[in-house]
């Protein structure tokens, strides 16, 4: 079965780090980019970061940038975002997504993970 | 940045109704968008891909239209499985970018 779980959310103070995985099944996830995309409470979905294939290509929202590092491990089929200096706006559900085809749609989609930032 | 619009923001429709969802970009984005489908608590689905490509698995019920900066997504019939929240998204550029979603609700 094709999956992606995601896993670290939490509760953490601002100006605290909490790191997310996404850990990929039943696909070739070394083939692929990957998305994080989050959605804050009652809000819509926004784009958060990517990666390429192999890992050597970045790209974040204007938004986390500095504060969030996405990586992968293919070797463990898992996807991480480093999120550090974490403020009270960026409460809200991470979802992972890859992307397969050639039109870039976020076509699997992980069940996401709830972080939560406040003190 | 791509600005994405969507309209309604919400609407009120009955089963078996014809339902339209527009999407409006700030600038052409060729066919490079997507629309999802969102029910509460769950993760977003990919229901339409370039425009007007059905993703595997989703009824024939959804039809999606469009290019440049214009798009619609269509449900023929709604049935009762279909009120959730609808997204487009464009993948042409990064930031990749979202509708503010429509909500489609039982009248």
């Known amino acids: 079965e094709v999956q992606l779980v995601e896993s670290g959310g939490g509760l953490v103070q601002p100006g605290g780090s909490l790191r997310l995985s996404c850990a990929a099944s039943?696909?070739?996830?070394?083939?692929?980019?990957m998305h994080w995309v989050r959605q804050a409470p009652g809000k819509g979905l926004v784009w958060v970061s990517r990666i390429n294939s192999d890992g050597t290509g970045t790209n974040y929202a204007d938004s986390v940038k500095g504060r969030f590092t996405i990586s992968r491990d293919n070797a463990k089929n898992t996807l991480y975002l480093q999120m550090n200096s974490l403020r009270a706006e960026d409460t809200a559900v991470y979802y992972c997504a890859s992307v397969t085809g050639e039109w870039r749609a976020f076509d699997i989609w992980g069940q996401g993970t709830m972080v939560s930032v406040s003190s | 940045d791509i600005q994405m619009t969507q309209s309604p923001s919400s609407l009120s429709a009955s089963v078996g109704d014809r339902v339209t969802i527009t999407c409006r970009a700030s600038q052409s984005i060729n066919s490079y968008l997507n629309w999802y489908q969102q029910k509460p608590g769950k993760a977003p689905k990919l229901l339409i891909y370039a425009a007007s490509s059905l993703q595997s698995g989703v009824p024939s019920r959804f039809s999606g239209g469009g290019s440049g900066t214009d798009f619609t997504l269509t449900i023929s019939s709604l049935q009762p499985e279909d009120f959730a929240t609808y997204y487009c998204?464009?993948?042409?550029?990064?930031?990749?970018?979202f509708g503010q979603g429509t909500k489609v609700e039982i009248k």
């Open positions: 998204q464009q993948s042409y550029t990064t930031p990749r970018t």
């Open positions: 039943g696909f070739t996830f070394s083939s692929y980019w």
